[in-house]
């Protein structure tokens, strides 16, 4: 072998290597910039909040909007998810720590467009509860209300 060919068989083997570095830089890079972007409001302490629905809220992708609070739930827990606006008809979504959908609430038992979900959880983590206008319906002020019921005695 030419100490020519020698010197392309080089340039070839450290070639491949600086690419794989630019990819994971450019992977990782990428990875941090989404977990950016996607920060859920961690719910307040009295698991209750008055908070505003806005256009700059996560569009719902049928013509609403959607904002999303995070809550450290257990294994057992029996919840009430209280969700109340005059703005525009609500809907509650609460997602497990995987994203999948744990309940979800459209209208009240009392005929309102505001939602009332009672659930059960199944394994402890962080949980996502979605508030979000049902289709165009708008956006506006709403209360949101988390409460973990108690054992009949």
Known sequence: MTSKHRAVALKQIT???????????????????????????????GNEVADTLSDKDIPTGQGGFARDYMVKLNKGDNLAIDLVSDSFDS?????????????????GPDGSSNSLLFTRIAETGEYVIRVRSFGETGIGAFKLKVTRLQPVK
């Not at 600086?18 to 989404?34: E, H, K, M, V």
């Not at 809907?91 to 609430?105: R, W, Y």
């Open 15 to 45: 070639i491949i290597p600086a690419t794989l570095i630019t990819i994971a830089i450019s992977s990782t890079a990428a990875f941090a910039q989404a977990n950016k972007f996607y920060n859920p409001i961690p719910l307040p302490l």
């Open 91 to 107: 809907i509650i979504t609460l997602l497990a720590p995987n994203g999948t959908t744990v309940a979800e609430n459209d209208d």
